[in-house]
């Protein structure tokens, strides 16, 4: 490989890393921002969900700038504003100007979804071989950075607004630095989003629908399940927040082997032995005694479950016109925010009625439909992509 393409990987696989730090040191101190605003539980779900949706708008608009002029410029401009959503959540005086910023945090992110995907499959597409769940798990890396960030601010007493302008100016200088090496690719058919139903919507509705139960299971997991250990489980407040670092620790080490595994075998063989996996691990979860075995079964969950969104854009991109990539992209992210609604709205109702076991049967009972999908994976091969 080019040194030029080897920096764009890495410029790429940058842009994952700060939507993931940006998101954790934002949502690890919902605490803080709650007692400065002295709002609810209630409240803060209801900023939460604004977030998801107004994040749709996001990767919409992100499809249609990418379209006008190139994907490199719709991602540059998306990690900017995640970066300017960050300062303007440390800043904001009051409670309007706190929602305007999630506002444009959630526009941020949107774009930032779509944008690090469009790049992601282009690095791929030139690599000649499966790089998507590495890229994918940057984003874990950054989720990982952004947590302890937070955790260490908090130590230190650290003002909620001086931590998040930090975090504001690592994004821009990083943005300064990897944005002249992102691939300056542009669709050929302008006007495709604008025609809508032009768009190839087959693969984006099987890919997409991956999507959403995924992240319906992925909200669900990451939201509840310190909550079902202390509250089901009678785990101690030291050990509950352990499922999540299971969940997350299972993620990681499906992401940066699973493009192993594609290229050893194949990857429908790669979903449908990770949609079992995953299986696997919600039953252990859901019929856990103890909270050890809980830990152990998030773990499993994570290992399986983690390599279908990297994967689902991948084959995406092999099924779909040059012409119609990044549009294609866009409008698939949005199932994104749909299954965390989702997830997080099911599971939490069932939550709030005191049926946390019960609560992660949602989950479990839709993953399974993944293996519906798993023979059109196929498109995610790099070398059967080149043969179609």
């Known amino acids: 490989m080019t040194p030029a393409l080897t920096r764009t990987r890495v410029a790429v696989a940058a842009g994952f890393f700060l939507q993931g730090l940006v998101f954790a040191a934002i949502v690890t101190q919902t ?48 990690l900017a504003t995640i970066g300017l959503g960050a300062l303007m959540v440390g800043l904001a005086p009051n409670l309007g100007l706190l929602l305007a910023a999630f506002v444009i945090y959630g526009l941020g992110v949107g774009g930032v979804d779509a944008g690090m995907n ?3 499959v282009r690095v791929q597409k030139a690599y000649g ?15 990982i950075a952004g947590a302890l960030y937070a955790s260490g601010a908090a130590e230190i007493d650290l003002p909620l607004a001086i931590s998040l302008v930090i975090v504001a100016v690592v994004v821009w200088a990083v943005v300064l630095w990897a944005s002249p090496a992102f691939i300056e690719a542009q669709e050929h058919e302008a006007g495709l989003s604008a025609k809508g139903l032009d768009l190839p919507w087959r693969p984006i509705l099987i890919f997409g629908l991956v999507v959403l139960l995924f992240y319906a299971a992925d909200t669900g997991i990451l939201t509840w399940s310190s909550v079902y250990l202390e509250d089901a ?55 856990a005694a103890a ?49 965390a609604i989702l997830g997080g709205g099911l599971i939490g109702a069932a939550a709030t009625a005191d049926h946390l076991r019960w609560a992660f049967v949602i989950p479990l009972v839709l993953i399974p439909i993944v ?9 995610a091969d790099p070398d059967v992509v080149e043969a179609v």
């Open 291 to 339: 909270p050890f075995v809980a830990i152990a079964g998030f773990f499993v969950a994570g290992l399986g479950l983690a390599i279908l969104a990297p994967l689902a854009f991948a084959a995406l991109a092999g099924a779909v016109p040059a012409a119609a990539l990044d549009v294609a992209i866009a409008r698939m992210n949005i199932a994104n925010y749909l299954g």
């Open 233 to 287: 489980l009678d785990a101690t407040k030291t050990i509950a927040p352990l499922a999540y670092g299971a969940y997350q620790a299972g993620a990681l080490f499906s992401r940066f082997g699973g493009d192993f595994l594609v290229r050893r075998i194949c990857a429908p063989s790669v979903v449908a032995i990770g949609t079992t996996v995953g299986i696997v691990g919600l039953v252990t979860v859901v019929s």
């Open 129 to 143: 071989r499966s790089i998507m769940a590495n890229f994918h798990g940057m984003w874990s890396v950054g989720g």
């Open 118 to 120: 469009m790049q992601g």
């Open 31 to 78: 605490p803080r921002i709650k007692d400065k605003f002295d709002f609810d539980d209630g409240a803060l779900t209801g900023i939460l969900v604004m977030v998801a949706v107004v994040s749709g708008v996001g990767s919409v608009l992100a499809g249609m700038l990418a379209e006008r002029r190139t994907s490199a410029v719709a991602f540059k401009l998306a």
């Open 371 to 379: 293996l519906l999908t798993a023979k059109s994976f196929r498109t």
